[in-house]
């Protein structure tokens, strides 16, 4: 029998029994929207991190006290003013470091209020660090050498306090000190569920009295270019090390972070990918299931077309067609329904998610072969079935 | 018919199948002989487990025997495997069933082309052959009528179509009249007699209908696995040169 000709009877027999062969297809297509709709979250947001990651900033160089690896708890830093003088020497660029006191604090504005993170920060924040603003300016240095009592809000921050209203100029109370917002940060969005545009930056000098404390919790510097990080983070952590005996300190970079975040996620795509996967397995018994009740069904007709001259392997090829077409089937609608939910994820909720070809193409593969492996046992079962027995079957 | 170079339809001699049922071996052909010549019409009769379903299934390579040598068209189905018998059926038998097995949903010219589609024949050529067949027995008005859709006089007559469009060299009829009333069982008779008048096709019908069977050039009666009256005669090689 001619291949076309196969084709051409698979697609008259699901046609035959359409709402059993829609109810097979249906275990298919869920698993293939499945995998292609957590596949399409996973990597979407994998790639949302990344983006934010790289948003940072290029060349950057992150010096913290104490064992920098994932999970671990932040250290108490001893590190302070002074010890960022030393490292802008080393760099040989004050603008080229940035650094931070972070501390939550309830920030007031007439009798509305909201908790935000205030960071204490010097004026290169924004040359080290992509940032930039919707309103107004950034501090200055002469803000951070004066002390003086002035903030930039945070989108979240400033919507919080004065809604549509026009944030710069007025008078917003932190912890109970007055300051005057002079700008507003663009928005940012959010970041593993984190809101980044809920802090506050005021010059470090004014946080140090505001907080009552002299530490600094991190530094962060941009390189000039990619060759010198490695060579200057071993150069500022010796230097470091030599002013603090017996504190550790770690520097990490923007590579580092973006590799271990990757790794993370890739396993949670491979997680997620996984169990999908078992939902089209599952779909794939049910296919072989229907397959092997059809073959019952159609014996008298395997008979007749044995006793007309179907080889085996004629009846074998048919019953297999049926199975894959089954799944193809189920894969492509299953495909279209899994890109269809996750545009609908992306467009309506927090939750990021980018279609990837390879998850299509695995899906769709995964299909394919779920169709010829569990179509082969009822195929064969048909194949072999002997004409006699075919034919008296009423 | 020897002489004229064309092979007997049938060489049946000394064939016995048995049964294995529940680890019981059950014979339901006891050594059968005889010779069924190109062109020539045979009617098998006898009572129900009498054998002659198992001898039609035999004759119509459906199945091979336990003992003793089956020829069909000139071959000896021992030495063919499942492949090489389908083909054979393909090639040389026409059958026609009691019950018609038309495949439903599918229109009386594809019902009649189904055989050319195991040859790998193109649409075109099978559907040619579909008409003029059905055309032959009286049904170019029903081409794609569904069997739902044709009276059961009509669809055995799809049925015959069916059995002759591969231009075989025996139709194999089994109660071909039996699930008709007596007007399209007659017709349906009348029609396997002209074909096989007609067209030199061998025509083996198996019954249990008396009637029908005294229409044939012979008879063949059987009881409990053998053959107890005959009027062909036995497959021998002396038999075989006596008739032509």
Known sequence: ?394 | MSGSGVDAAFVVQDVTREYALDGVTVPALRGVSFTVDAGDYVAIIGPSGSGKSTLMHLLGGLDRPTAGSLRIGGRDVAGLDPQALARLRNETIGFVFQSFHLLARTSAVDNVALPLVYRGMRASERRRRAVAMLERVGLGHRLDHRPNQLSGGEQQRVAIARALVTDPQVLLADEPTGNLDTRNGQAVLALLETLNAEQGVALVIVTHDNEVADRAHRKIVMRDGVIVSTDVPPASPTADEGVS
């Open chain 1, 1 to 394: 029998m001619r291949f076309a000709e196969a084709w051409r009877v698979a697609i008259d027999a699901l046609r035959a029994n359409r709402l059993r062969s829609t109810l097979t297809m249906l275990g298919v297509i869920i698993g293939v929207a499945a995998v292609v709709v957590l596949v399409a979250i996973g990597t979407g947001t994998k790639q949302q991190i990344e983006r934010q990651v790289e948003g940072l900033g290029s060349n950057l160089l992150i010096v913290l006290p104490g064992q920098v690896s994932l999970g671990s708890a932040p250290s108490v830093s001893r590190m302070d003013l002074s010890d960022v003088d030393a490292v802008s020497k080393i760099v040989g660029d004050r603008n080229r470091v940035a650094v931070t006191v972070a501390s939550g604090e309830t920030v007031a504005a007439g009798n509305v209020d909201t908790f935000a993170t205030i960071n204490g920060v010097i004026e290169t924040t924004p040359q080290v660090f992509v940032r930039s603003l919707a309103r107004g300016t950034y501090l200055s240095r002469s803000d951070v050498d004066t002390q003086r009592r002035v903030a930039v809000l945070g989108w979240t921050v400033a919507r919080a306090l004065f809604g549509d209203r026009d944030a710069v100029g007025q008078q917003v109370t932190i912890a109970g000190v007055r300051f005057r917002v002079i700008g507003v940060f663009a928005k940012l969005g959010q970041s593993l569920g984190v809101d980044r545009d809920n802090e506050v930056h005021v010059p470090i000098t004014t946080a140090h009295r505001l907080l009552g404390t002299n530490r600094v919790d991190g530094i962060a510097i941009k390189a000039p270019n990619r060759d010198e990080i490695d060579d200057l983070s071993a150069r500022i952590i010796a230097e470091l090390a030599r002013r603090h005996p017996g504190t550790e300190f770690s520097a990490v970079t923007q590579e580092q972070i973006l590799g271990v975040l990757g790794d993370i996620l890739g396993v949670l795509t491979g997680v997620l990918a996984a169990i999908a996967g078992i939902s089209l397995l599952v779909g794939g018994v049910g296919v072989s299931n229907i397959m092997l009740v059809s073959v019952r069904e159609r014996t008298k007709e395997i008979g007749l077309r044995k006793a007309v001259g179907a080889r085996p392997r004629d009846i074998g090829v048919q019953f297999l067609l049926e199975a894959v077409l089954l799944t193809t089937l189920g894969g492509f609608i299953g495909m279209g329904l899994g890109i269809g939910a996750a545009l609908v994820v992306a467009a309506l909720s927090p939750v990021p998610a980018a279609i990837t070809w390879w998850s299509l193409a695995l899906a769709f593969g995964v299909s394919a072969a779920v169709g010829i492996v569990f179509g082969v046992v009822p195929a064969q079962r048909a194949g072999r079935l002997d004409p006699v027995v075919a034919l008296r079957t009423e």
